[in-house]
């Protein structure tokens, strides 16, 4: 949401963007300024809550993030790696993370419902 504002800011001292334009989510007609505000949006660079943010063709260049393991009894979190675009998943404490009959990690995943990007799926 953070680039969408951007460009949409970028494009709007640059091209003075006519808002009474409106965009219909009924009609399959697109929006005159779409391809504008797309390529003002993969010019952006910003801080982010998840590092910084830049977009190559409409989608996320760069993103890492910490993997952290959550200890119940002290409500403390220790952080046992990362996952990042390029490489994946790199666990560095696995001797911590409980394993299931095979040997496998058993990794619990937990985040919170924000639509529209987190959502329920029905």
């Known amino acids: ?32 300024y779409g391809s504008s505000l797309f390529n003002y949006m993969n010019s952006v660079q910003t801080a982010g809550l998840t590092g910084d943010i830049s977009l190559r063709s409409g989608k996320r260049s760069s993103l890492d993030l910490d993997l952290m393991m959550f200890h119940a009894e002290t409500r403390l979190t220790d952080k046992i790696g990362r996952w990042n675009l390029q490489s994946g998943l790199d666990i560095n404490r696995t001797v911590l993370i409980p394993t299931k009959d095979t040997g496998i990690p058993h990794l619990m995943v937990v985040t919170r419902e924000e639509p529209p990007y987190v959502m329920v799926k029905c």
Do not use: H, I
């Open 1 to 32: 949401l953070l680039v969408v504002a951007y460009g949409v800011m970028a494009m709007d001292y640059s091209q003075g963007l006519d808002t009474r334009n409106r965009v219909s989510c009924a009609k399959e007609k697109p929006w005159e």
